[in-house]
């Protein structure tokens, strides 16, 4: 297939260099740069453009290579979940969440993943490939011009590894902070990685204020390798390391998420094993009652096992919260629409 080159996968400097060789001129391309930035990613609707350039953009680019496939709004709490369909076929969801800051945007990074976390609706879809930068950026712009309203906040928490496709998310972070495109604050974006120990290093060396969510879900490796085979690739101390090692480099605190399992990982010991390895070091320990997912056996720890899990932490000094839920209504959480999605269809 002769693919259009999608303009989101280029910075400015190289879409004004596809423009001006097509003979257009410089502020042309800024125009363009905007409107695709304001969420604009249709050339006919860009109206400040003559209408031939508008044809020959779009003979010759994507912009944006996913389209919105179906969209589920929860009338519980208003989040709002999307489910994309890429050019060759596959599909992602992205989520976005209203909060009294702003709205904030859970992205996917990969079609699937290789993971295999137990718990996972993702899991055992496997990894498809790796998204691009272009479609990376075009969840976010999607949304936004389906809201009419800036995204304050970004969390890559959807399908898929971040740090298992770290360049791409890289240059899609690089480019969503600056002032001429989204004007998104580091401060305000988060990566979520299930343990990638080589990559957490480097991200501490990016430079790059991004929060950093290490999903760690067990106190120790026999209890981690049990739900989460990358534990059989990095020891839990190896991941502590690189862990403590990123918050000294950047005196940045690390989220680690720990979801509940009933009876698998959530018992006062273990909360305590858990309190004694991270006290003193810079974190937060955010507990999510885990999703259940159709035709994988696990249960949610009840609302006391909860609290006593808190509480244990509590007493050791170290900063807990227990993840609110949103969207519960419409699959919100974890992949479950697209693993639905494709169940229903047959495809797995
Ligand atoms: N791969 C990355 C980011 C995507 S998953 C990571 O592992 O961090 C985002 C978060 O959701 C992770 O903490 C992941 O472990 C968690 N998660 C996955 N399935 C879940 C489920 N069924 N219930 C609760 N949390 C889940």
Same mark, same amino acid.
């Given at each position: ?19 001006t060789?097509?003979?257009? *001129?410089?502020?042309?391309?800024k ?29 010759e680019?994507?912009?944006g ?34 909060y009294r800051?702003?709205?904030?945007? !859970? ?5 699937? !993943?290789?993971?295999g976390?137990?718990?996972c ?17 075009a ?5 936004i #011009? ?6 304050s906040?970004?969390?890559l ?13 890289m240059?899609? +972070? ?19 990685? !299930?343990?990638?120990? *080589? ?60 979801? +509940? ?8 010991e ?9 006290k003193?070091?810079? !974190? #937060?320990v ?11 056996d696990?249960?949610k720890?009840?609302r ?27 699959m ?7 693993r ?9």
């Amino acid at each position: 297939m002769d693919k259009k080159r999608d303009l989101l996968d280029m910075d400015f400097e190289e879409l004004l260099e596809a423009l001006t060789a097509l003979g257009f *001129p410089a502020f042309r391309a800024k125009q363009v740069y905007q409107w695709l930035y304001s969420g604009q990613l249709d050339f006919g609707s860009m109206t400040n453009l003559p209408k031939d350039m508008r044809a020959k953009l779009a003979e010759e680019f994507a912009a944006g290579r996913l389209k919105i496939a179906d969209k589920l709004i929860s009338k519980v709490d208003g989040t709002r979940k999307y489910l994309f369909e890429l050019e060759d076929g596959n599909i992602i969801e992205s989520v976005l969440m209203k909060y009294r800051y702003g709205y904030s945007a !859970c992205l996917s990074t990969q079609v699937g !993943c290789r993971m295999g976390c137990t718990f996972c609706a993702s899991a055992s879809l496997g990894l498809v490939r790796n998204l691009t930068v272009g479609e990376l950026l075009a969840q976010v712009l999607n949304i936004i #011009h389906d809201i009419g309203e800036r995204v304050s906040h970004l969390v890559l928490m959807g399908i898929g590894e971040p740090f298992d496709n770290y360049d791409n998310v890289m240059t899609f +972070l690089r480019r969503v902070s600056r002032e001429d495109t989204l004007n998104i604050s580091y401060r305000k974006m988060t990566v979520s990685t !299930c343990g990638i120990v *080589p990559k957490i290093l480097e991200f501490a060396k990016e430079g790059i204020p991004v929060n950093l969510s290490v999903s760690l879900h067990a106190p120790d490796d026999e209890i981690r390798k049990r739900t989460m085979p990358v534990a059989r690739r990095w020891s839990f101390n190896e991941l502590l390391y690189a862990c403590n090692e990123y918050t000294r480099l950047t005196s940045r605190r690390i989220t680690y998420e720990y979801s +509940l399992i009933e009876n698998v990982n959530d018992s006062v010991e273990f909360a305590e094993i858990l309190a004694k390895k991270l006290k003193g070091t810079l !974190c #937060h320990v955010n507990l999510i009652p885990v999703n259940t997912v159709e035709g994988i056996d696990f249960n949610k720890s009840s609302r006391n096992r909860t609290d006593a899990f808190k509480k244990m932490l509590e007493k050791y000094g170290i900063a807990v919260t227990v993840r609110r839920e949103l969207g519960s209504d419409i699959m919100a959480a974890c992949g479950q629409l697209r693993r639905n999605t494709l169940t229903r269809s047959g495809k797995v």
